[in-house]
Nanobody, 124 residues
Framework: QVQLVESGGGLVQAGGSLRLSCAAS????????MGWFRQAPGKEREFVSS????????YYADSVKGRFTISRDNAKNTGYLQMNSLNAEDTAVYYC?????????????????WGQGTQVTVSS
């Protein structure tokens, strides 16, 4: 089992930045690819970004490419999502997730472990 806990969400003005963290415990964090997803009210959970086990490869949804940066520190068992140039469409609950395979899967069903989510609200 891998336990994931997100933090860093909050209220920010449009154009601002936030950094989300995902603290992992349980099994060896570096054995899992990590992803970030988000879910807005009334919408399905959608892929945001993912990172390989080593951190050497990353993948982004088109909607966040160039604005968000995913990273991880395996020594600290923590993953991050740096979000810049935020807009109202980024408002959602953000979840981190982990899977034992590669980073290229974007469907939520491909991920085995999930955090409880952290709210990000962008005011326009």
């Amino acid at each position: 089992q891998v336990q994931l806990v997100e933090s860093g969400g909050g209220l920010v003005q449009a154009g601002g930045s936030l950094r989300l963290s995902c603290a992992a415990s349980g099994r060896t964090f570096s054995n899992y690819a990590m992803g970030w997803f988000r879910q807005a009210p009334g919408k399905e959970r959608e892929f945001v970004s993912s990172i390989s086990r080593s951190g050497g490869s990353t993948y982004y949804a088109d909607s966040v490419k160039g604005r968000f940066t995913i990273s991880r520190d395996n020594a600290k068992n923590t993953g991050y999502l740096q979000m810049n140039s935020l807009n109202a469409e980024d408002t959602a609950v953000y979840y981190c997730a982990a899977r034992p395979g590669s980073l290229w899967q974007t469907g939520p069903q491909e991920y085995d472990y999930w955090g409880q989510g952290t709210q990000v609200t962008v005011s326009s």
